[in-house]
């Protein structure tokens, strides 16, 4: 009877072992294109909703357009004014008074002030370097949003696959617990055996309370993201594909230089603080304003013309427009030294994502090629052993764990893989 169930065991875990190859060689067989299944959770939905919704990429389309507009009106000159005022001997507007005296008069005067030349063409210039910083400031939260969704995606993904595997191993060692437990009660197995299936067996159940934890986190994280209400389910998703890298590192070193969102953003405030420069020093020179009016006065008294020219006087330079430039020299010098910092992080960054990428690479393919094939040829030899009386139980569980093991860390490697895509993707400045 005992052999009986031995044997009807080890079909049991022959079968589920063979079900486990199957998954592990769909990840790099599956088509590539996202499922339109129903009830599929699809990635690139996800990212386009999460585009569409999410209130930082809203909030900065709106402050685009309002630099956009303050980029625009910042270059026209001031409003022109006009004046009207009387001169009179008595109390203002007594306009009986006008002929009784040369002096009495009515004045109408229109004005316009006038900015130096090139300032106003230069606080164009500043504002629009904002404009393309805000620019470059939506592309990175759009592709740092992508990035966040990406990685919430594909460790709810591994969670799902962690806690299939997990289940599995549960239900085989409630199966090897039932067997051990029929060869101790004929006197065939130990106490030792039995007690260390049943611990294993609830190690698995805590593990698998933990993951289910962990994915409740994970929908919540994706959730934030898309604004969904929290509490929204995420069911099935989508397998996560080997996505094929085309490049070499040094080609990302070179491409981040022209797409880098923060790079480029940094640029454009480089280039609104040499325009700033430029601006203070025109400072120095003094704007002016031009007047021209009429003075009414009665018979027989001619009426009166006016014009005048009206300037400022910057005789404070030496301690307001000197300290000025001083302020835009620095602030320039501050913003090269951001974006010579930025490039250090960003090439440190792209080589680690890179060698993340190139290690994940590699370990998948020895865990299909190599190690799962080695393991499951120790499992199915300890298995035999242990028939004969020749290996103890111990070591038969050590090695259905450890070859399961390497069933989750497959899952883990490819997820691991697309995570250091995503992080490199805000970096490079597209989606790759």
Known sequence: MVLRIIILLFAFLFLALSSMAADTKSINLADSKFSETSGVTSLQNLIQEAITKNPILLSLGYQITAQGAKSSWIKVRPDPYFTNSTNTHEYPFNYSSLGEDPMNQVQFALGQEFPFPGKLKLKGRIE???????????????????SRLKKAYYNLYFTDKSLEITEEIKILLETLANTVKAKYEVGEGNQQDLLKVYLEVSKLIEQIEILKKDRESFIAEINSIVIRPQGTNIDELEDVIKQEIKYKVSDFLQEYKEQYPLLLGQKALIEKSQHGIKLAKKEYY???????GYGLRSDPMPPMYMFQVMTSLPVYFHSKQRKQVEEAVNSLKAQEENYHSIIVEAERTIKDLYIQIEKNDTLMDLLQTGIIPQARLTLDASVAAYKVNKTDFLNVLDNIRELLGFQIDYYGRPTAYQKAIAELEPIIGREI
């Open 128 to 146: 629009f370097s904002e404009l393309e910083k805000i620019k470059q400031d939506y592309d990175l939260s759009r592709l740092e949003i992508t």
């Open 286 to 292: 003094p704007d002016y304003s031009i007047e021209g």
